[in-house]
């Protein structure tokens, strides 16, 4: 079920009324919204169920066994058995076929496959097992519960019901954020029933989420992303490098919305969750970039993983150079099973440790890269790097990504798609990263005083204008594929 | 990396009291729903009809007819209309 249809929608009014009117019964309501969050999951796939359900069960009572137990070995055992069992499933759906692929390929250069109607045969089987939309998303939350307990963050939770409910939530079960059970397994285990509700920052959210994904990202979509990256032979520089840009925007635009959307309808249900995104193409560094971009898988991969190999506090630069590699390969593959995103991630990592060395460079010599026309130049160079990186991000090959690099070469092509239409939405969505973080805040304030009838009628037209202006039929949410 | 602040503008405004009464916000839910209804009316009933046939479909068109008829009696549908008509210029 996408956020943007009319079965959502639906959904949401049942489930909002649902949620306030059982709030003091907390067993049955927590029951309802479990239900619901199931449901909502299962209608992308009913076969899935299982999964969530299995995961649930594990991670809960792997956790219950570690928190419970003194023996650290026995608690080191538990915390291996949850870590393999949930990122091995990651791995049997969503890798295997890479995984095979790269073991023909490797058979094949050398020699070593003798039967290829096994090896076409096994891939023919392989190609058959269906990703779980999600999987990469809530089996992260799930290890971040194991792992906080076992670092002694937090307890587990009372019942299996708390933690199910806390895994399953619907508004970020299938894209994110990844929330992590010490921000909203409290909140769902004993739900409040609060004076007020964030009404206008939820309006916003849901909104401004809607614009981004309807208006923006889908339009960019089709007038020059796709076209272009589908065949970037047939057309010339400037058509080629504002489809770059195009993508840039459009992923910022769709996945943020997703997270926007998610954040808003938590609101209206009276939880909060951390924002996903703090106007990333603004950073004036890579690592500010990570600061603001995809918020908690950055965050994830900074606790878990980065920060227990050694983080930045290496025993030389060799070794941070390490960490941040496997970081941002590991962080590139958690995407997606392919060469191009593990590039992707590499790139990124290569990029912070340029960054770093040629911090300690400049700063050895005392040199500064400071003042207004810095700034702007640094932001430029920023956003032209992270540009760069996801030509791969999209392609679905090298091949893609080095042909839309050598159509860059071509400016005197004619101009076949790019349009004064394509660059003003471009700059609005740029533009709409000023919806980040609490910088809207004195709208949200305002939209807060009028009265709720108002409040109602004008979240409606300014609905019926979005949709109006968004291209027919439903896209989904680029994330929705990791 | 260094770990960066933790962003819960959700806690703090919640702290601040921000916000409006239960009540409200169902007001203003309700009055959403039936205001995006009547606006949306023809649209929702010619996005029933996209279904595929079927027992969800027919639900579907049964409930959207009423409401695409008292959008086009009251000419609700005209705002869609006119800014679908704007992007397609």
Redesign the interface.
Known sequence: MIFTT?DF?LFF?LV?SLC?ALRGQVTLWKWVMLGASWFFYGYWDWRFLGLLGASSVLNHYTAVGISRSENAHFRRGLLIVAVVLNLGSIAFFKYSEFFFDQVFWFGNTFGMVSDYNFWLDSKDSLSLIVLPVGISFFTFQALSYVFDVYRGKMKPADTLLDFSLYLAFFPQLVAGPIVRAI?LLSQVARPT?????????ATFLILGGLFKKIVIANFLSERIVDPVFANPEFYGAWDSLFAIYGYAIQIYCDFSAYSDMA?GFC??MGF????NF?APYLADSI?KF??RWH?SL??FL?DYL?IPLG??RGKSEGMVARN?LITFLLGGLWHGAGWTFIAWGGLHGSY?MIERWGGKWLQARDIQWDGPLAAILRRVVVWHLVCLSWLFFRGQSFGEAMGMLRSLGDWQAPVELLSWSVVFVLVVGYLSQLMD??RCEKI??RF?KWH??K???L???I???I????PKGVAPFIYFQF | ????P??????R??EQ??????R?????????????AL??GS??YE?AQQREFGPARTVWMKATRPLAEISEFLKLHV??????K??KE
């Open positions: 009319v929608a009014a909002f306030w921000d029933i609060p004076q007020t509700l964030d009404v206008g920052r954040i609101l209206l909060h969750i951390p924002i703090d690592q990570w600061r918020i950055s965050s900074r980065y983080g930045s941040l912070l973080g609490d949200w304030d807060e709720p009838v409040q109602g009628f979240t409606a037209v609905l019926i204008v949709l109006g202006l968004g | 990396m260094s770990s960066p933790h962003l819960d503008i959700g806690e405004r919640s009291g921000s916000g409006r009464s239960l409200s916000v169902f007001v203003a839910v309700a009055v959403f729903y039936v205001s995006g606006l949306n649209y929702l996005d705002l869609r209309d006119q800014v679908e704007l992007r």
